[in-house]
């Protein structure tokens, strides 16, 4: 890729894919060769502020989220969708980092994070795209760990990845924990539900910035993990129906 890239969702038309590259939205074709088109960047002139994390809702919208790449402490963040016909609108600003969007499998309502301040907020989902009724859905304290990536199961139950908790957390949609797996890496990134029946969980983490010490003791850090957790997910949405 000519630029680091966030994230990678199928086209419903079979027509290639929707990306998140650093500078903003992009339609990628892998056959018969690789080749861009870039369709806009939400956050022109701000080369630090990078796309970092995006889902796909059940009416082919992407939601798509942003951070400084350079300083995560400031709030350059935002929260952006990408409608069907690849206009986009900026919904919120002020985003430290985002991560991780869960999205309801009828897109009433969202769950997203700014893991700079280890909070995960709910909002609601108007049926033409409108946030709104925003609230605190959780706050994490340090030794928990960071929440990152996130995704849903079949019952609307929310699984959480840990940065810093070497581990995935299972939680109601209300908040409450269910149970939590460890793993043998320090920075779980995120996860999602595939296999034929959509009960095998894929875990993802990153090795970056470990030292030593860290990497013994995690040894498995920057692997991915296949897990089966007793729990059914839902399919993936694609863009653009």
């Known amino acids: 890729m000519p630029e680091r890239i966030g994230w990678l969702i199928p086209r419903a038309d079979g027509d290639g894919f929707m990306a998140g590259l650093h500078s903003g939205f992009f339609r990628l074709w892998l056959e018969p060769k690789l080749r861009l088109e870039a369709i806009g960047s939400p956050h022109p002139g701000q080369p630090d502020t990078r ?67 280890n909070t995960v907020y709910r909002y609601r989902i108007d049926r033409d795209g409108g946030l709104h009724s925003k609230t605190v859905w959780r706050v994490f304290e340090a030794h928990e760990g960071t929440p990152d990536g996130m995704t849903l199961d079949a019952d609307g139950n929310v699984w959480v990845a840990f940065w810093g908790g070497a581990c995935i957390r299972q939680f109601t949609a209300e908040g409450t924990q269910l149970q939590t797996i460890e793993l043998p890496a320090l920075q779980v990134t995120s996860m999602c539900f595939g296999g034929d029946d959509l009960r095998t969980l894929f875990v993802t983490s990153a090795r970056i910035g470990l030292d030593a010490l860290a990497l013994e003791r995690y040894p498995a850090s920057g692997s991915c993990f296949v897990l089966q957790p007793g729990a059914q997910g839902l399919p993936a949405q694609k863009f653009g129906y």
């Open 51 to 117: 796309m970092n994390d995006a889902k796909a809702d059940c009416f082919g919208r992407i939601w798509a989220g942003s951070m400084n790449n350079r300083d995560a402490s400031q709030p350059d963040g935002q929260l952006v969708r990408l409608d069907t016909d690849a206009s986009f609108t900026v919904c919120e600003t002020g985003i430290h980092i985002a991560n991780g969007p869960a999205i309801a499998a009828d897109a009433s309502w969202m769950l997203h994070t700014d893991s700079y301040l």
